[in-house]
């Protein structure tokens, strides 16, 4: 794999590098090859012998845990979760979007990771997306049928139970299509959603009847029923991905997208495939991360950030140089997924560069002791406030099989379209590719020509399941929330690793840097007085916000067999549990 022209540039001070090979051997920074930790052995050798579930939603926390009473696994329970939250969280996920998951089989030690991702259908066309000034059309990327890529998820739920679940696909879709037949409460967050969308539901029929009965969104306490989706999960449920990507369901699809507006084929539902790939894995203060490889973005900056991090000790540090180091090493991630990431299908990256310890030493000796390095030395447009238009659970089952899920439709409410007779939310996950290069999306990222639009092609992501494995402890971290989504799984991998129980990482005040714009965005009560004082002397421009995320946590404490789950304490509707 050859290095972009001008590696040079972003490696002042190093001039050799060494290879690392993504999912195969990993390379020590003297270049021999490590073996596996200890720790990772161990974990596949023990077994909790009870299970926790952390999720975003109640009823999806106790269908997950259903599933595992009925002698499902970890596997099984993540699909009872995912289509749970397609019926109770719909503004965060659903089977009209797709899904990220870093899966560790017990057995043998088993790390894979699941690219549930949507994408472009074949007859996609950049200039959709554009306004006749040329400017980005923020409509048409983020509302309607042309915002909506492939759903990825059906694909990458049936793919799951054939490959690592325990139990038929019907027994662990059944809580979810439940509770579609007989009803939920909406719970504030999701009433709150339609409320706030409901000029763009109103544009579509389908969308309108079903979030909008009376034209009204939901009132509190009502019982609300989901037969539509019920349906096409039951087809799911019974054929497999046939009952998705062909035959009833895709003929409905496709209609009411081409009846919008929209692009989509059958022949683009049939060939869809959800794929495993090689986990990233990174080594940091004798911890091994395991995290996503494009097309997500996360996990590439999660190791390149955590590596920059290895070349200092920052647990001597005092909080404002500690938060000064993190911050410039997130700085210089972010600059490297602007420029070079993107579907590993489609796209030639420099992986071995951006994941080699040699990389970071470069990019370190960049990094003053004392001041902030301005992101327009580091050779772009303003971000909107991070928001959490994604939803991530975790789990770890009683033989020690874990499954860390992120699961989305971008922005709230996705594209605010359904798909009339199936109940399917789709997704808006076509912003998420540089529609325009060089142009900001919804999250402020920017994006190069690595990331723009082709048919069957995936769009970059954010999302950043990890499971973390050290000689003792282990945890299934992850968050929504856009682009923040890298720098909170950061955080709490940081947290846990200092000591920290799930639920003091899920509470944890959080702050984020994503090189453009340049300012850290600090969520109220994260900085005491004295160090907002140093961070500013040090030249930071501190962007104090609402708070951010919804971190759902599992963590197994191996030296006495004990574990935790927990939910982001920010908001309410979210369950950790034990059982």
Do not use: C
């Not at 490590?34 to 009870?50: C, D, F, I, L, Y």
């Not at 979007?97 to 007859?123: C, Q, S, W, Y």
């Not at 920010?570 to 549990?577: A, D, E, F, T």
Request: no cysteine; proline share 7%.
């Amino acid at each position: 794999m050859r290095f972009p022209m001008n590696w040079h540039r972003l490696l002042p001070g190093v001039f050799s590098l060494s290879l690392l090979l993504v999912g195969g051997i990993a390379l020590a920074a003297d270049g021999a090859p490590k073996t596996a930790p200890a720790a990772a052995v161990r974990t596949a050798q023990q077994r909790p012998g009870h299970a926790a579930v952390a999720s975003a939603n109640f009823h999806a926390t106790e269908a997950g845990l259903e599933v595992l009473a009925k002698g499902g696994n970890a596997f099984d329970a993540a699909i009872a979760v995912a289509a749970t939250l397609s019926v109770v969280e719909p503004e965060s996920s659903g089977i009209g979007g797709g899904f990220m998951a870093v899966l560790h089989r017990a057995k043998d030690g088993h790390n894979v990771f699941i690219d549930a991702r949507e994408t472009a259908p074949a007859a996609v066309n950049p200039k959709d997306y554009l306004n006749p000034d040329g400017s980005p059309n923020r409509d048409t990327a983020l509302k309607g049928p042309l915002s909506a890529g492939i759903p990825g998820e059906p694909a990458g739920l049936v793919l799951m139970a054939r490959r690592y679940g325990r139990l038929p696909l019907a027994q662990s879709l059944a809580p979810a299509i439940r509770i579609a037949r007989e009803g939920f409460e909406p719970d504030a967050r999701l009433r709150g959603a339609i409320a706030g969308m409901q000029k763009d539901l109103q544009r579509w029929p389908a969308s309108a009847a079903k979030y909008l009965p009376g034209g009204k969104p939901p009132a509190e306490g009502v019982i609300w029923k989901d037969p539509g989706q019920a349906r096409t999960l039951e087809l799911l449920a019974s054929h497999g991905d046939e009952g998705f990507y062909h035959g009833e369901t895709a003929q409905k699809l496709v209609a009411a997208v081409q009846a919008a507006g929209g692009n989509w084929t059958l022949a683009d539902l049939a060939g869809y495939q959800a794929k495993e790939r090689t986990p990233i894995t990174v080594d940091y203060r004798g911890y091994k991360i395991v995290t996503a490889p494009p097309p997500s973005s996360g996990g590439v900056a999660i190791a390149e950030i955590l590596n920059i991090l290895s070349g200092y000790d920052l647990t001597k540090m005092d909080a404002a140089t500690r938060v000064h180091y993190i911050v410039e090493a997130m700085r210089r991630a972010f600059r490297d997924h602007n420029d070079y990431l993107g579907d590993p299908d489609f796209v030639k990256m420099p992986l071995d560069m951006l994941l080699s310890p040699f990389y970071a030493d470069g990019l370190r000796q960049g990094i003053l002791p004392d001041k902030a390095t301005p992101s327009s030395m580091l050779p772009r447009a303003e971000a909107p406030e991070p928001g959490m238009h994604t939803t991530h659970f975790s789990i770890i089952d009683a033989d020690g099989n874990m499954a860390a899920v992120t699961s989305t439709v971008n922005y709230t409410m996705g594209s605010s379209f359904v798909a009339a007779g199936t109940g399917v939310l789709l997704n808006d996950e076509m912003d998420d590719f540089a529609l325009v290069p060089n142009k900001p999306n919804v999250y402020g990222l920017l994006g190069s020509v690595a990331n723009a639009p082709k048919g069957g092609k995936r769009m970059l992501s954010s999302m950043s399941p990890s499971i973390v494995i050290g000689a003792d402890r282990t945890a299934v971290i992850g968050s929504p929330g856009g682009s923040t989504i890298i720098t909170q799984v950061l955080e709490g991998i940081l947290h846990f690793i200092d000591g920290e129980s799930a639920q003091q990482i899920a509470a944890h005040k959080r702050f984020h840097h994503q090189y453009l714009p340049d300012v850290v965005n600090v969520e109220e009560g994260t900085f005491d007085p004295a160090t907002s004082d140093a961070l500013t002397r040090m030249g930071y421009t501190l962007k104090p916000r609402e708070s951010w995320g919804f971190m759902n946590v599992v963590t197994w404490d191996r030296k006495t067999n004990k574990l935790d789950a927990a939910s982001d304490p920010r908001r309410p509707s979210g369950l950790g549990k034990v059982q």
